[in-house]
């Protein structure tokens, strides 16, 4: 199967076009991202894979800022364990999802791995890339499942929050404020 799915990134004054395909054994996310914040004019491309129970187990990251390139990719073995130019980075050990500060769809990964049932909870280690500010570092987060359609996402410690609301599938379609689904 595979979906396509737009948003508009509206702190982030973006658009992201993405295309979702889940195969039999992978489940692959290849995105485009072009946007402009304040004076950082941008381009994002990424490439996730999962196993079919959304356990990432590599991602790459190229963005373009100003003119100025990076890219970055990590292979993972979707328990926490994740290696960088071959090399184990043991600063995320035991980060399970990624977070790209630029996109709602890492918010789909843990929604979908966790199949939290309404009232439940989960905290999370998250692999979190600032993709404008070049930063990657470990972060917490919590996820209450509230509604089939809707998940109460927390940082830990709680200095942001957001009621996201979410499809049949996990894929985001109103993160208030930050995200809007364009074709659902």
């Known amino acids: 199967m595979t979906k396509y799915l737009n948003w508009k990134g509206i702190i982030y004054h973006s658009f992201e076009e993405c295309k979702l395909s889940i195969k039999e ?84 990964l843990p929604i979908n791995r966790l199949q939290l049932t309404q009232n439940k909870q989960a905290d ?22 509230l509604s089939p359609g809707a998940y109460k996402y927390e940082n830990i410690p709680n200095d942001f929050e957001a009621i996201i609301s979410v499809d049949q599938q996990g894929l985001v379609t109103d993160y208030p404020n930050l995200f809007k689904r364009l074709d659902h």
């Open 25 to 108: 054994t992978i489940i692959e996310a290849e995105s485009v991202i072009t946007g402009k914040l304040e004076d950082k004019a941008y381009t994002v491309n990424y490439k996730i894979q999962t196993n079919r129970n959304w356990e990432t187990l590599f991602f790459k990251i190229n963005s373009e800022i100003n003119g100025h390139t990076k890219s970055i990719s990590y292979s993972g073995d979707g328990n926490g364990n994740w290696n960088k130019n071959g090399q184990p980075v043991n600063q995320f050990t035991g980060c399970t999802d990624i977070d790209i500060s630029v996109t709602p769809f890492t918010n789909t």
């Open 124 to 145: 999370i280690r998250v692999l979190y890339i600032d993709v404008l500010e070049q930063i990657e570092k470990a972060a917490s987060q919590k996820y209450t499942r």
